[in-house]
């Protein structure tokens, strides 16, 4: 059947075979358990063709028969580019088994078939201590190391009394997962002969995805390990009885720093939303309960963000976010209101770590929250103004830069909060127009949070940011239902650094920081609409600095 697909092969059976009339390729055979009496084989052609192209994905069961990628009885036909891929520490082999890439199975061993070797490739994953006769016929071999893996640990076992002939293949080692721990100069025994011998591959470059590639493997997102393969010869100076991967260097990978980068993402985004709070938040607040004589008004603001915030390397923001609440006057003086509050958005970080590569992580954010919000005006147009806000903000993360043999995900969530002290006087320039120039003082903490990246579990450290602004802006009122308005400010960030930590190996990641300055520049306009308890306010600015892009919104009051 071509494409076909065994699944669950459980209880007892005789055998477990894709097959087709003609040729057979492109055939699956997935077994997750039971017991299998019979052989196995991705395809088998017994109609004078070929059997090519076909997997056999063992993650569970008990096998007492032989194993084939395909099995062909022409010797004119090929078995080639098959593929048997052992995945799971669970998995049980008889000791007298043999796992074929491609086999010639007629019964005439005499003669010599066509090719049953090229491109037929042993993938052994998450597995040690495998114990079977032989293998034949592959010409990759690949070794994805197991979690528990330690120095002089053996993956495969060959019990054949005879030579087993890898002299044309090839042998590639990489890691599984995360939280493996050698150190420089431990060994790990690909493959042991304990009766006859092996007949070593003549090329011992470190292969994979049938590519020679540079031995050096990623474990997790933390280390890098340099492998070298060697086939040693036994005391008597001939026989070779293993094919050895020794650890020959080990090195931190600079890339996992890419992994730290969401977390400055996830403390940028919320601060901008204490930045709507504490501006276009506050302002309709104040203006919406003032124009409707200090009785309770609707507010909200709706605004889009696409900057980078400059981390040390940096990281791009798309999103939008909102607000919506209610205000009150108390009394001439006094102006006080509640909100809730959301963000939504993208990103994506970067790295560049110069000869090392680049590293490009991406995923989505948003956050959810609430708070209140109080101004207080004061003798001779000073005023003072406070906001406090919690909440939880969420993010996914994803790259295929950190380890390139596995994509490294995640999922983060973390409490919030936070809140703004601002201080400012309004000058009355003239009948219509004035100036307002404040400053404002914010603190922002996110708490901690675990998670876990390729076996690796990386720790979120409680990070707070700590920000002072100080800016002006002027107002012209072309009459009572419009006004322009256009301000500066300057803004620094004094903490901000976003540190974290790899729990599985006890090491620090470089932390990505947004201390330093920024500058934002604002221009917008406030209507009265025709529907007149609506009004809109349409805003925009660019920041340059430790924060860099565009910000905009659309505000809008409701009156009762």
């Not at 017991?35 to 196995?40: A, R």
Request: aromatic share 10%; hydrophobic share 35%.
């Amino acid at each position: 059947m071509q494409g076909g697909t065994i699944n669950n092969v459980i209880g007892v059976a005789k055998v477990a075979i894709g097959s087709n009339g003609g040729d057979i390729y492109n055939n699956k055979v997935l077994i997750t358990g039971g017991t299998i009496k019979g052989y196995v084989a991705g395809g088998e052609n017994n109609h004078n063709k070929s059997a090519y192209s076909n997997t056999v994905e063992i993650k569970g069961g008990n096998f007492e028969g032989d194993i084939y990628g395909g099995r062909i009885e022409n010797k004119e036909q090929v078995a080639t580019k098959n593929t048997v891929t052992i995945d799971g520490s669970g998995i049980v082999f008889k000791n007298n088994i043999t796992i074929y890439g491609g086999a010639f199975v007629n019964g005439r061993n005499q003669e010599t078939p066509k090719d049953v070797f090229t491109g037929n490739t042993l993938n052994i994953k998450n597995k040690k201590d495998i114990s079977i006769k032989d293998v034949k016929n592959f010409e990759f071999l690949n070794f994805y190391l197991p979690e528990n893996i330690a120095k002089d640990d053996t993956v495969l076992t060959l019990n054949a009394a005879d030579e087993t002939d890898l002299s044309r293949s090839k042998i590639g080692v990489a890691m599984s997962s995360g939280g493996i721990k050698l150190n420089l100069g431990d060994e790990i025994k690909l493959i042991e002969k304990t009766n006859g011998t092996i007949k070593a591959p003549g090329d011992l470059t470190n292969t994979l995805d049938g590519q020679a590639r540079t031995q050096k493997v990623v474990s997790g997102v933390s280390k890098i390990y340099t492998f070298s393969l060697s086939a040693p010869n036994e005391p008597n100076g001939q026989d070779v009885k293993k094919i050895v991967a020794r650890v020959s260097e080990v090195e931190d990978n600079k890339k996992q720093k890419n992994i730290a980068e969401t977390s400055a993402m996830m403390g940028g985004m919320v601060n901008e939303g204490a930045q709507m709070v504490s501006s276009n938040g506050m302002k309709n607040a104040s203006s919406a309960t003032m124009g409707n004589g200090g009785e309770s008004s609707n507010f909200g603001a709706l605004g889009g963000q696409n900057v980078r915030l400059n981390s040390g390397s940096h990281v791009d923001v798309k999103g939008l976010s909102f607000i919506a609440g209610v205000s009150k006057q108390a009394n001439d003086a006094f102006m006080y209101g509640a909100f809730v509050e959301a963000g939504f958005g993208n990103y994506d970080s970067y790295n560049d770590f110069g000869a090392v590569g680049s590293a490009h992580g991406w995923g989505d954010n948003k956050y959810y929250g609430g708070g209140f919000l109080g101004k207080f005006d004061m003798i001779k147009n000073y005023y003072l103004e406070a906001s406090v806000r919690a909440g939880r903000v969420y993010s996914d993360y994803k790259s295929s830069d950190i380890n390139p043999s596995q994509n490294a995900e995640f999922e983060s969530s973390r409490i919030y909060w936070g809140g703004h002290i601002g201080f400012g006087k309004i000058f009355e320039l003239n009948s219509v127009s004035n100036l307002d120039i404040y400053t404002k003082f914010f603190v922002t903490r996110l708490g901690s949070d675990e998670i876990e990246v390729i076996g690796e579990k990386i720790k979120y450290h409680n990070s707070n940011s700590i920000r002072a602004r100080l800016g002006s802006r002027y107002s012209y009122y072309l009459d009572d239902n419009f006004e322009i308005y256009g301000g500066a400010a300057f803004e620094r960030e004094f903490n901000s650094n976003a540190k974290a930590t790899n729990l599985t190996q006890n090491q620090d990641l470089v932390s990505p920081t947004l201390k330093g300055n920024t500058a934002i520049g604002e221009f917008g306009f406030k209507f009265k609409t025709p529907f007149k308890p609506l009004t809109l306010d349409l805003n925009l600015q660019g920041l340059t600095g430790k924060r860099e892009g565009v910000t905009g919104g659309i505000n809008a009051e409701f009156k009762f």
